[in-house]
């Protein structure tokens, strides 16, 4: 049981380029978030995904798109790269089972993301 | 609005020492509280959930209490060690929003040996 995996875990990018963040988790968890974390500025909330095929826009949404075609994976995507999405982000699933549901948060080890 | 917030923002404390760590919150309106532990270029460890139904949690020498009437939660952490110098968050979920999850900005702590 691997938990939640992040693919890279180190990026560099040049302003402009795009590139793909892979989440992965096998706990069959319904809920997916990804956020970024900043010095001063804590973590915040990109995008989330309820279940397959749904995906909704968080606090911080702008220059980032998401996917979740299949259960176990979110995908965020930067489409043209810029120097303020330097960053460390972190992808995290949770339990849900409507009320009855815990929705304790599991967080992936993080992608260092340097955009110059 | 939902407001977390973690006092102190650091902590320092000689080994052996017994310590409290809070996590005050602005809405009673909750639905469960998590507290984590990050290490520097680190993730975010679960250490313990609290649902609001419950009073307390307990892992070890972990301890974490909830009381939604003062909107306070406490992680209290007992003989401290070295090994315990981390950067310690709590979340929390609302009642009404499952989808967004309020995180506190942290207390970052040394235990020195």
């Known amino acids: 049981n691997a938990g939640v995996t992040q693919t890279p875990k180190f990026r560099v990018l040049k302003t402009g380029q795009s590139m793909t963040l892979l989440c992965a988790q096998d706990?069959?968890?319904?809920?997916m978030y990804w956020y970024r974390q900043d010095p001063g500025m804590g973590l915040r909330l990109i995008h989330y995904s309820v279940g397959e095929g749904t995906t909704a826009k968080g606090e911080v949404p702008d220059g980032y798109n998401v996917s979740r075609l299949k259960k176990q994976n979110f995908l965020l995507g930067l489409e043209s790269a810029a120097p303020s999405q330097t960053s460390v982000y972190f992808c995290?699933?949770?339990?849900?089972?409507?009320?009855?549901?815990?929705?304790?948060?599991?967080f992936g080890p993080g992608t260092r993301l340097t955009v110059t | 609005k939902q407001e977390v917030t973690q006092i102190p923002a650091a902590l320092s404390v000689p080994e052996g020492e017994n310590l409290v760590l809070n996590c005050s919150f602005t809405d009673s309106a909750i639905y469960n509280l998590q507290w984590f532990r990050q290490d520097p270029g680190k993730g975010l460890t679960s250490l313990l959930l609290i649902q609001s139904s419950q009073r307390e949690q307990t892992s070890g020498r972990l301890n974490a209490s909830l009381d939604k009437s003062s909107g306070r939660s406490t992680l209290y952490i007992a003989a401290s060690q070295p090994g315990d110098s981390a950067t310690y968050l709590c979340a929390l979920f609302r009642e009404d929003n499952f989808n967004k999850f309020y995180f506190g900005s942290g207390t970052k702590l040394n235990v020195k040996p």
């Open positions: 706990m069959n968890h319904e809920y």
């Open positions: 995290a699933s949770s339990t849900s089972s409507g009320r009855a549901g815990t929705y304790e948060q599991y």
